[in-house]
């Protein structure tokens, strides 16, 4: 099935009209789910006809790959502007509460959309690829500053384990808190976790 889209937008008023439609796309997905979205409903929210989307997106899955690609875009580029910025005689805990900081923050980029996407789609389509390898050679960069206090010597399996912990832990935070659990209080937690998996002495 064809997930690329039919046309690149290159002039403003294509991307304006790329945006319009795939804003629609992502209000219809939160409102109905993927499986009771379609192009007809994206059409008529966005105030366009069916044929008019079509140049564009020739089906749902091309839409809804195109509204990935672009809610990635966005995660990681307020995940780089972060640790863009994180010092580099920084210390272990404190650059691990940018990675911390920074995927929080990606997570909480239209936490609705970010929910149906990894609820409900992100087993359909592999995207998720690039997000994962920006983050992981994030951390190698920022665990090899302190390979000296690092008990495991291997900063490539190091880093793997930190970003399998942090996706989980700040995904939990931000999307999935269970009744009774304080988020704040969660993400507090975190630091100390890694740091704890970082810095135990192996027998």
Request: zero cysteines; glycine letters at 6%; aromatic letters at 4%.
């Amino acid at each position: 099935m064809k997930l690329e889209p039919r046309k690149m937008p290159r002039q403003a008023r294509s991307k304006a009209m790329v945006d319009t439609i795939l804003d629609a796309t992502a209000r219809v997905l939160i409102e109905r789910g993927y499986a009771k979205t379609n192009t007809n409903v994206v059409a008529e929210l966005a105030g366009i006809s069916v044929g008019s989307l079509y140049r564009y997106y020739p089906n749902k899955n091309a839409l809804i790959t195109a509204l990935q690609e672009r809610h990635l875009a966005k995660m990681l580029g307020i995940f780089s502007d972060i640790t863009a910025n994180v010092p580099p005689d920084g210390s272990l805990a404190g650059d691990l509460q940018a990675l911390i900081n920074a995927l929080v923050g990606a997570h909480l980029l239209e936490p609705e959309l970010n929910r149906v996407l990894e609820e409900e789609i992100a087993s359909r389509n592999i995207l998720g690829s690039d997000a994962r390898q920006k983050f992981f050679e994030e951390a190698k960069v920022l665990l090899g500053r302190h390979r000296a206090e690092i008990s495991n010597g291997d900063i490539d399996l190091a880093a793997f384990v930190v970003t399998r912990i942090l996706k989980i832990l700040v995904k939990t935070v931000v999307l999935e808190l269970p009744d009774g659990v304080d988020a704040s209080k969660l993400q507090a937690e975190i630091l100390p976790a890694v740091l704890g998996y970082l810095t135990h002495k192996q027998s």
